[in-house]
């Protein structure tokens, strides 16, 4: 089986050369992002495999099928960039890798919380700089403040197992509550207005759909703590970046952690410092010294990589195996996603 790779990066290559030393798939990899005008790499090959930031639009999918591609694998959960209606007007199956390690993306919200909270982005330039005052570096104890946790699935509830043992409260949101799982964590189900007002660490850990495009907004910011620190680990869209920035400039949010921007495609994964930035809402975010933005590695670990790999290439061994396809993303049940 032929498979063309699109956003290939180096450590891609490794992990995946590595894992195909198994399956011994014929692998063409390229760095540019699958779009509508570089989908003739594609032609020839079976299969596209494609992650967060390639675009699977109607469009694409359509140019895709006609070059004989069968086969759409992502190499990440999230499938918000795919088309699922077009793919299955083409009749072209969507497969994912639903979970590569929830850890990975738990651990690195903890991260940014405690990096923003104890100002550690600050105090490492400062010291190598001669500088050790400790002036606007106060944090706070996470112990006993209020976490909020918009999505309560596998990321989340890895968080959710941190932040209780620092010893936070916390709330949490979601259409599909599991009362089980909330009792045996000592967490509780609030609506959202209440998980705003109640929080001081608000994290977003559900999935981009129509429902949750741009939740956090003029609307919910109001509705926040003063001072409440959010981080988003989700999608960037889940964010209104321009109601973010507003906030953060009239100091009702006290620090932003964002792994995720709803521009990123433009940059992320990209050394651009040898050009002029042109994305003044993300220049504007860059300059706030309580805002860390982190260019989608939430995922990013030596197990989440070889995860990644071993099951994207299970999922194509299958395919070409004509088995039922264990990790195909089902278009039906996920109507109104974006
Ligand atoms: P999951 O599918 O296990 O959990 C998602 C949860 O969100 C489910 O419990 C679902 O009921 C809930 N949800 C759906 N709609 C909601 C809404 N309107 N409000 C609140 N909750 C809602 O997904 P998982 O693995 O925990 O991943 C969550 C998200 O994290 C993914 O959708 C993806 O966008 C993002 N992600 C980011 C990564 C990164 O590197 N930054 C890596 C992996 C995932």
């Given at each position: ?45 079976d299969a596209v495999c494609i992650f967060v930031n390639d675009t699977a639009d109607a469009e694409t999918i359509g140019a895709l099928a006609e070059r004989g591609v069968k086969l759409i694998a992502l190499r990440c959960a999230g499938f918000n960039n ?88 916390v709330v949490a949101h979601d259409p599909h509550p599991d009362e089980e799982y909330a009792w045996n964590a000592g967490i509780s189900y609030v609506a959202l207005d209440e998980l705003y007002e109640r929080s001081d660490v608000v994290s977003l850990h ?133």
């Amino acid at each position: 089986m032929k498979i063309t790779f699109f956003g290939a990066q180096p450590y891609d290559r490794e992990s995946f050369d590595k894992a195909n030393a198994a399956f011994g798939f014929d692998i063409c990899y390229h760095r540019s992002h699958l779009n509508q005008r570089n989908v003739a790499l594609a032609s020839g090959a079976d299969a596209v495999c494609i992650f967060v930031n390639d675009t699977a639009d109607a469009e694409t999918i359509g140019a895709l099928a006609e070059r004989g591609v069968k086969l759409i694998a992502l190499r990440c959960a999230g499938f918000n960039n795919v088309d699922l209606r077009a793919a299955l007007r083409h009749a072209i199956p969507v497969v994912r890798v639903p979970a590569y390690s929830p850890h990975a993306v738990a651990e690195h919200a903890v991260a940014l919380m405690l990096a923003l909270n104890r100002k550690i982005h600050r105090a490492y330039w400062r010291t190598r700089d001669g500088n050790f005052s400790l002036h606007g570096l106060l944090g706070f104890d996470m112990y006993g403040k209020t976490a909020g946790i918009v999505g309560t699935g596998k990321i989340a509830r890895e968080l959710i197992r941190i932040l209780k043992g620092f010893g936070m409260e916390v709330v949490a949101h979601d259409p599909h509550p599991d009362e089980e799982y909330a009792w045996n964590a000592g967490i509780s189900y609030v609506a959202l207005d209440e998980l705003y007002e109640r929080s001081d660490v608000v994290s977003l850990h559900c999935p981009l759909t129509d429902q949750t495009r741009y939740m956090i907004g003029d609307v919910a910011i109001g509705r926040m703590k003063p001072g409440v620190m959010i981080i988003n680990t989700g999608r960037g869209q889940l964010i209104h970046t321009e109601a973010l920035i507003d906030g953060l400039k009239e100091k009702k949010v006290g620090a932003a952690g964002l792994d995720v921007y709803e521009e990123e495609a433009a940059y992320f994964y990209e050394d651009t410092s040898d050009r002029i930035m042109d994305d003044d809402v993300l220049a504007r975010l860059l300059s706030f010294n309580n805002v860390i933005v982190t260019s989608h590695q939430a995922f990013f670990t030596r197990e989440a990589l070889d995860n990644i790999a071993h099951v994207t290439m299970r999922n194509m061994a299958e395919f070409a195996a004509g088995k039922k396809l264990t990790n195909e993303v089902c278009p039906d049940p996920v109507a109104g996603l974006a």
